[in-house]
């Protein structure tokens, strides 16, 4: 009868918390991330891509294949179920090496990438797919990394791939994707930054620093937050050649393709090829993009363009990367599936824009129904259920019979703006009272007028 | 420059296998999915559920308080990262004494449902929230269950609660979202089994058999599958007296409620609420309705109406169920807050209905444009950009430049409804060829005219 009046109770308590990294979504927020969502789901399919959701659960092995050994720390492995110790290495067990026990104790982990799980899809499905297969996967990943301000341990990555074309029109499309994307967004104060790992492949594979790919791109890719004066200083302490260095230093002094051509450090093909991708994607309308020589992004698969989306004016950081992947399927098939794609940080993205940006509140409830008399319920309940058929939109919460006072208390709290009222004279008289929430007004309407009536008035006022 | 020809390749080879019991969702069945969850998700929001979403993550003590023994082994434990083996207990790592060590290696698992998250969250919310709260949630939860046919250990969970209130309205409420549901899901053909919990504790609390609660419930409910017969026979071997078998019998034989007004089986005020309700749920127009004595679902958290949907006809077991949990919270806080709510468990529905079910396919693309020369990619798709920024539920792939015998069959592969012919003749003439890929019928049209043309001739189509 009485509306859940909260009982004081004793029992064992355990604290309602969450696990250090992760977070409940609800309100505002995850109102501005589904309209991100929506928005990005329907420029993808408008371009062709079909979804995909693969499973949180991977098998260890096919997670541990690809990322190498820094992000294999970083995977979240799940604990066998039942006897876990029954196959450990005994060796390992009485020397606790957790490291060698780890794998033996847990052959499953949670996804820590949507790229690894695509290259596993696509390799099991080869002879279904046609290529080229375009297809999105908006879900969230784990990753155990330290917590710290800005950075989760879940969260939702939001990827788009064309895989089974080593074409640069491909490659100018997911560029074009992400300018689209960001602008459709409603975020046009941002930079594309791009480059082609093999001008950098090519830079020190002529310095004869092939082995030293990931030491030096490390140093060359701070040049942005330290300066070149202390990037040279960094290269004079690595032991490699003054011919090597030499290059190095004029590759950082590059500031323009143009510059690169006929310089002698990269190769003229790469260079044409790179200056040909940002022509193309120029003209498809990519006007947000830059040329950064040092980008790399991380130094796992990318085989060829690399890219990354900032927010001018922000220190968020990168809120979009991608590139090409050629070799990615080969680990998990006979067959190889070149591929380019990039991915949305899509939480990173909104925790930036949350408190400014402007979306359609789709969840805000229009009106809240306060029957006056329990008898009434049912009638109040069927005239309400054909309007939410007739009007998808419309979104009315009936209240349980409860106190005038009280039920306009709850809807205030929750923020509703207006509340019907109905009592027996509202029914029998075909008058139903619509009052606003905010203004303490009434207007006196007919209940086939009302859902019309709330959508309306609605309609030019923010939630 | 080539479409991806596909390379063969030599490396130590990972087979792309996943886990048992786990699945990739894409295609149809995917489809299928997507539709019935946005069916229900404008069904909560038009009665006024606000969306919720939790992490995967939950410390193990949440999930351990509200499960029980039983459930405790179906949860995924998530292995700490570094060194687990730093805080181990010496002598339960010496004995290998797995139970003991599952909580002291990990202290986070994987959600088993979406009940005690929402109660995790109610709590640590109490303040901010207005009740009564109606929230929905649409998420996946894990449970190491024997994968077996029709069981997974991944699946999608699809709740609505309303929290803070015990007013019967509230469960009459569940009880109609069921049915508007299913009958919104095109699925008409279904039983709604409802009882209450307090009807079969009156009876065990009268015969004295409280403390054999799970143990009579269990042999009760075989009564639909083994029949009335077999059940005496079970219950005549548990030791109990004559008096109490015979109530029992009693109860087994009774089919309708007005019978068991008045037998003194069960406390009057449990049969005459319950009545109530159910006389309330079919005036809000809950049709399918029928009690079932002897349903319990489960022996945790439940403590009134419990109900269960079943599919009628097919061997699919229940594919949605709730009830009323009066005392979910006070585990987690000092105020307690009743409530009443239901999950649809879609993925058993889409595994049932999967083949037969009419669901519009919004990801069928519905035109693949082929140019003939790449000097033209960049023209036409500008002019295709202009076509998915005015027509959004427009789906239009722009193939990488490929010979068109090559694009014919790709587009074939992919089952796309049209292909669209571009050469520097049709451009300079702004008359293109539109080409269906089932007759080969040709038709030439502006490109202005397209888009229009495409979901015109389609929407008549199936996918």
Same mark, same amino acid.
């Given at each position: 009868?009485?509306?859940?009046?909260?009982?004081?109770?004793r029992?064992r *308590?355990v %604290?309602?918390?969450l696990?250090?990294?992760?977070?409940?979504?609800?309100?505002?927020?995850?109102?501005?991330? *589904?309209?991100?969502v929506s928005?990005?789901e329907?420029l993808?399919r408008?371009?062709?891509?079909?979804p /995909?959701?693969?499973?949180?659960l991977?098998?260890l %092995?096919?997670?541990l294949?690809?990322?190498? !050994?820094?992000?294999?720390?970083?995977?979240?492995? +799940?604990l066998? #179920?039942?006897? =876990?110790t029954?196959?450990? $290495? !005994?060796?390992?067990?009485?020397a606790k $090496?957790?490291?060698?026990?780890?794998?033996?104790?847990a052959?499953?982990?949670?996804?820590? $990438? /949507?790229?690894?799980?695509?290259?596993r899809?696509?390799?099991r499905h080869?002879?279904?797919?046609a290529?080229?297969?375009?297809?999105?996967?908006?879900?969230p990943? @784990?990753?155990?990394? &330290?917590p710290q &301000?800005g950075r989760?341990?879940e969260?939702?990555?939001?990827d788009?791939d064309?895989?089974?074309?080593?074409? !640069?029109e491909?490659?100018a499309?997911?560029?074009? +994707?992400?300018?689209?994307? =960001?602008q459709?967004?409603?975020?046009s104060d941002?930079e +594309?930054?791009v480059?082609d *790992?093999? /001008?950098?492949?090519d830079?020190?594979?002529?310095?004869?620093l092939?082995s /030293? =790919?990931?030491?030096?791109?490390?140093?060359l890719?701070?040049v942005?937050?330290?300066?070149?004066r202390?990037?040279r200083?960094?290269?004079?302490?690595l032991?490699i050649?003054?011919?090597?260095?030499?290059a190095?230093f004029r590759?950082?002094?590059?500031?323009?393709? %143009?510059?690169?051509r006929?310089s002698?450090?990269?190769g003229e093909?790469?260079v044409?090829?790179?200056?040909?991708l940002?022509e193309?994607?120029?003209?498809?309308?990519?006007?947000?993009i830059?040329?950064d020589?040092?980008l790399v992004r991380?130094l796992?698969?990318?085989?060829?363009?690399v890219?990354?989306v &900032?927010l001018?004016g922000?220190?968020?950081?990168?809120?979009a990367?991608?590139?090409?992947?050629?070799r990615?399927?080969e680990?998990?098939?006979?067959?190889?599936?070149?591929?380019?794609?990039a #991915?949305f940080?899509?939480?990173?993205?909104?925790?930036a824009?949350?408190d400014?940006?402007?979306v359609?509140?789709? @969840?805000?409830v229009?009106a809240?129904v306060?029957?006056f $008399?329990?008898?009434?319920?049912?009638e109040? @309940?069927?005239?309400?259920?054909?309007?939410?058929r007739?009007?998808?939109?419309?979104?009315? !919460?009936v209240?349980?019979?409860?106190?005038?006072?009280k039920?306009? *208390?709850?809807l205030?709290k929750?923020?509703i703006?207006f509340? +019907?009222?109905?009592g027996? %004279?509202?029914?029998?008289?075909?008058?139903w009272?619509?009052?606003?929430?905010?203004?303490?007004e009434q207007?006196?309407?007919?209940p086939e007028?009302?859902?019309?009536y709330?959508?309306?008035?609605l309609k030019?006022?923010k939630a």
């Amino acid at each position: 009868m009485l509306v859940g009046k909260a009982s004081v109770v004793r029992a064992r *308590r355990v %604290e309602p918390l969450l696990p250090a990294g992760v977070r409940d979504w609800f309100g505002r927020r995850l109102a501005v991330r *589904r309209w991100f969502v929506s928005q990005l789901e329907t420029l993808f399919r408008s371009c062709g891509y079909v979804p /995909l959701e693969t499973p949180a659960l991977e098998r260890l %092995e096919v997670l541990l294949a690809k990322y190498g !050994e820094e992000a294999s720390k970083l995977i979240f492995r +799940i604990l066998h #179920s039942g006897d =876990f110790t029954e196959h450990v $290495d !005994e060796g390992a067990w009485l020397a606790k $090496d957790w490291r060698r026990l780890a794998n033996q104790i847990a052959d499953k982990g949670l996804r820590y $990438d /949507l790229t690894v799980p695509l290259a596993r899809f696509v390799a099991r499905h080869y002879h279904e797919l046609a290529f080229p297969f375009r297809r999105y996967q908006i879900q969230p990943v @784990w990753r155990a990394e &330290r917590p710290q &301000r800005g950075r989760f341990r879940e969260f939702l990555q939001c990827d788009f791939d064309i895989l089974g074309t080593e074409s !640069e029109e491909a490659d100018a499309e997911v560029l074009w +994707i992400l300018e689209e994307g =960001f602008q459709r967004l409603g975020l046009s104060d941002f930079e +594309i930054v791009v480059n082609d *790992r093999r /001008l950098l492949e090519d830079l020190l594979s002529r310095c004869g620093l092939s082995s /030293l =790919f990931q030491t030096v791109c490390t140093v060359l890719d701070k040049v942005d937050k330290v300066g070149v004066r202390v990037v040279r200083e960094e290269l004079e302490r690595l032991s490699i050649s003054s011919e090597a260095r030499d290059a190095l230093f004029r590759y950082l002094e590059v500031g323009h393709l %143009e510059e690169l051509r006929g310089s002698g450090l990269v190769g003229e093909a790469s260079v044409e090829s790179f200056m040909a991708l940002l022509e193309l994607a120029r003209s498809l309308g990519v006007e947000h993009i830059r040329w950064d020589p040092f980008l790399v992004r991380g130094l796992d698969y990318y085989t060829g363009m690399v890219c990354e989306v &900032r927010l001018v004016g922000r220190g968020v950081g990168s809120v979009a990367g991608g590139g090409r992947y050629d070799r990615l399927t080969e680990t998990f098939s006979e067959w190889n599936v070149p591929g380019v794609g990039a #991915s949305f940080g899509i939480d990173r993205l909104v925790d930036a824009v949350v408190d400014e940006v402007e979306v359609p509140d789709e @969840w805000q409830v229009h009106a809240g129904v306060v029957v006056f $008399d329990r008898e009434l319920f049912s009638e109040v @309940w069927r005239e309400v259920s054909g309007w939410r058929r007739a009007y998808l939109g419309l979104r009315v !919460e009936v209240l349980p019979p409860m106190r005038l006072k009280k039920a306009l *208390r709850v809807l205030d709290k929750k923020g509703i703006p207006f509340a +019907i009222l109905c009592g027996s %004279e509202e029914l029998s008289g075909g008058r139903w009272t619509v009052r606003d929430m905010r203004t303490g007004e009434q207007v006196v309407l007919s209940p086939e007028a009302i859902p019309e009536y709330l959508l309306k008035t609605l309609k030019g006022r923010k939630a």
